[in-house]
Nanobody, 115 residues
Framework: QVQLVESGGGLVQPGGSLRLSCAVS????????MGWYRQAPGKQRDLVAT???????NYADSAKGRFTLSRDNAKNTVDLQMNSLKPEDTAVYYC?????????WGQGTQVTVSS
């Protein structure tokens, strides 16, 4: 069974940085496309960034230039470095693993950007 466990969320001031990490177990991690999504209260879950098994990345416009997604196939982890955070980045962030018809989600980690 594939399990995704997120960590690294918290409270940060505007302009600050956070690094989210997702640890994946129970799968051939290197074959999965990985991603981060976020959901603010009352809103739908939206894409933040994805990375393919070949390390090709894709970012939402809101994340471009501020967020960096990376993966470590030796450690089975995928990290999202978030810089220059804004209040509108406040949301629950979810890690996602995708391989053909198999889609797995983590439990989410709260990110709050506030002064």
């Amino acid at each position: 069974q594939v399990q995704l466990v997120e960590s690294g969320g918290g409270l940060v001031q505007p302009g600050g940085s956070l690094r989210l990490s997702c640890a994946v177990s129970g799968s051939i991690f290197s074959m999965y496309a990985m991603g981060w999504y976020r959901q603010a209260p009352g809103k739908q879950r939206d894409l933040v960034a994805t990375i393919t098994h070949k390390n090709s990345t894709n970012y939402a416009d809101s994340a471009k230039g501020r967020f960096t997604l990376s993966r470590d196939n030796a450690k089975n982890t995928v990290d999202l470095q978030m810089n220059s955070l804004k209040p509108e980045d406040t949301a629950v962030y979810y890690c996602n693993a995708h391989l053909r018809q198999y889609i797995h989600w983590g439990q989410g980690t709260q990110v709050t950007v506030s002064s």
